[in-house]
């Protein structure tokens, strides 16, 4: 079993800056992969952005060139830095881990509300 706490969320103005975390339980350099994912109200969840064992990253479009995600080791944590912030950016955010590729080895956050509003 692997425990997944997100931290960071909040309200902020358009334009504005945020970085949420993402501790997992576990050693993450092993993991498959780590995401984060977003849902806003009345929307199905979305991907945000991922990263694999080997460090490649990939992001959906929409976030391209404004949000960046990173991994720290040491640390067992991943972080999403969201620059330039849109109200449509506005959801909950969820961190998953997917240990390994067997069905069902996968694990998510309680959620992190972010707000973009003036």
């Known amino acids: 079993q692997v425990q997944v706490v997100e931290s960071g969320g909040g309200l902020v103005q358009p334009g504005g800056s945020l970085r949420l975390s993402c501790a997992a339980s576990g050693s993450i350099a092993s993991f498959h992969r780590m995401g984060w994912y977003r849902q806003a109200p009345g929307k199905q969840r979305e991907l945000v952005a991922e990263?694999?064992?080997?460090?490649?990253?990939t992001y959906v479009p929409s976030v391209t060139g404004r949000f960046t995600l990173s991994r720290d080791n040491a640390k067992n944590t991943v972080y999403l830095q969201m620059n330039s912030l849109k109200p449509e950016d506005t959801a909950v955010y969820y961190c998953?881990?997917?240990?390994?590729?067997?069905?069902?080895?996968?694990?998510w956050g309680q959620g992190t509300q972010v707000t973009v509003s003036s």
């Open positions: 990263i694999t064992r080997d460090g490649t990253t």
């Open positions: 998953n881990a997917v240990r390994t590729r067997v069905f069902g080895d996968t694990y």
